[in-house]
């Protein structure tokens, strides 16, 4: 009998997004051996399984993009203010291409488990390919990588096309002259909606939540423009840097109470004019902490939601009830003005519960509808929810996925008692939900591969954060989403989209730069927290 030895290197990264392909650079940098893991087929994560029509980023392209590199950000050309999937995955291919990382990927390959052996002190990770025997793994799995698939009666009877935006064909879907349904009206519900309304016959949109949503203004992106910000590159990224939420925002940075409201408006008038989701909630900086700031920010944007739907009744029915910006602010191109066309019918779920799909369409409790294609805009399992369904064990057998079922703790949101030698790139408990998240995954990927410079300098053979280091970091992250609106979220910032998912605040509020010089005391304080062993 053959037994097929592992293959050995220093690091494992698991995923090809924007944190895998920087973290495999970074690793050359450092010397060390790595092997890339992908269960896709190319580089791109969550813009490579994402392809649905309509598909932007809802952070501007000359924001949304790598900075560590002063060749690839003035070598690549964006060509709108907010980039389009094909536009992100082909900047990643670009900057794969670039940095040489590619041969250090396995494509097509999905991790299964890691098991941490006790004895070598090292992991030992099961990919569809083989085992790998590493001393670090960096998951850079995503925080939407996994869609939530809802259990609703029926599905399997339904006799059309039932489509998933996460996981999108490759090849066109045609819509015309098909009657539709979208399941959703988040991000995804908002993107695809007025596409799909173009050209099919009738479209049907079960809403149980309504988003807010602005209109985004994207526009082809000025020569001008480009290179206004491409002279100053690093001026602007080191400006970006000092953002709470990681790019740009021009905001005046006054509370609601130091402005008034005139002031207030103006900004907000400016801000919804721009088409900015990051600038918009910025515009007064207390609307996600002060009750009245919010309902100030919230009945702007209504009263703005209002103007743009023709049928008086039918905007109050798409008119958001939450506090603005504690689920995702949405930005949209002529979402609400689909609900203006004939062919266009807003079922509302609140009012009719959905109670099943048939095999020709679906029922409510109102009654049948039919429809050729069901599309399920129906969100992601958050944070969590790609890691956990990886069978990771850590020291003495303990399984990650128990351990955060209860509670998705985290020390600085990138490493896990119990779990040595790893980090879990934006996992819970740090800003990048709510933030520019490229800038977010660049902090942690620099922040660990320095650790690992030094680790490796000072000859320490493990490192895993106290589990009272963990828990003051969690209480600390509690503490401050709770001082702020986000503890009436209810959304997937803190796990209430996933039936049966603990809820916690998987978004650390205190903000991009105070949360980066936090991570920078840490090292500086020789790594507190964490326990080194040599
Ligand atoms: P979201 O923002 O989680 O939105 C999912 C939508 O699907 C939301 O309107 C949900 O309504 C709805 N939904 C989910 N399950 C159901 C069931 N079972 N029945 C009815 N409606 C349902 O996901 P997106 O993909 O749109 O956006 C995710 C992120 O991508 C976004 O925040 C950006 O960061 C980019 P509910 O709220 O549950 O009532």
Known sequence: MTTTQPDVTDIVVVGAGFAGIYMVHKAHEL???????????????????????GLRCDVESLDYSYSFNEEIQQEWVWTEKFPAQP????????????????????????????????????WSVATTAGTIDTKYVVWGTGMLSIPKIPNI?????????????????????????????????????????????????????????????????????????????KAHYKEYRAEARTQMLGCVTETRGEPFEVMGPELARAELERNYNYGSPMRFAS????????????????????????????????????????????????????????????????????????????????????????VDMFILA??????????????????????????????????????????????????????????????????????????????EADGVSTFEPTAAAEQEWTDHVNAVSDSTLMRFSNSWYVGANVEGKARVNLVYMGGVAPYEAELQDVANNNYRGFELIH
């Not at 900047?91 to 070598?120: C, H, M, P, Q």
């Open 31 to 53: 010397g060390l051996n790595v092997i890339g893991v992908e269960r896709g087929g190319g580089v791109g994560g969550t813009w490579y399984w994402n392809r649905y029509p």
């Open 87 to 122: 536009d992100i995955l082909a900047y990643l291919e670009f900057v794969a291409t670039k940095l040489d990382i590619n041969k250090d990927f396995r494509f097509d390959t999905e991790v299964t488990g890691a098991t941490w052996n006790e004895s070598t002190q090292r």
């Open 283 to 370: 515009a007064i900086v207390d609307t996600v902490a002060s009750e009245e700031a919010n309902n100030f920010t919230a009945s702007f944007a209504r009263e703005k939601i209002r103007e743009r739907i023709a049928d008086p009744a039918l905007a109050e029915k798409l008119m958001p009830d939450h506090f603005i910006t504690t689920r995702r602010l949405c930005i949209d191109t002529d979402y609400y003005e689909t609900y203006n066309r004939d062919n266009v019918t807003l079922v509302d779920l609140r009012d009719e519960e959905l109670l099943s799909l048939t095999p020709k369409g679906f029922r409510t409790a109102a009654g049948e509808y039919e």
């Open 378 to 455: 129906t969100g992601f399992d958050g944070v969590t929810g790609a890691i956990s369904r990886i069978d990771v064990r850590g020291k003495d057998g303990v399984s990650l996925s128990a351990k955060w079922k209860e509670a998705p703790a985290s020390y600085m949101g990138l490493s896990v008692a119990g779990f040595p030698n790893t980090f879990v790139v934006t996992g819970p408990g740090c800003p990048a939900p709510l933030s520019n998240v490229v800038l977010s995954i660049e902090i942690h990927i620099e922040w660990i591969a320095n650790m690992i410079k030094k680790l």
């Open 153 to 229: 009666p029926g599905m399997d009877s339904f006799e059309g096309e039932l489509l998933n935006p996460a996981t999108w064909p490759q090849e066109p879907v045609s819509f015309a002259g098909k009657k539709v349904a979208v399941l959703g009206t988040g991000s995804t519900g908002i993107q695809v909606i007025p596409i799909v309304a173009e050209t099919a016959e009738h479209l049907y949109v079960l809403q149980r939540t309504p988003s807010f949503s602005l209109p985004a203004h994207n526009a082809s992106l000025t020569p001008e423009r480009v290179a206004e910000v």
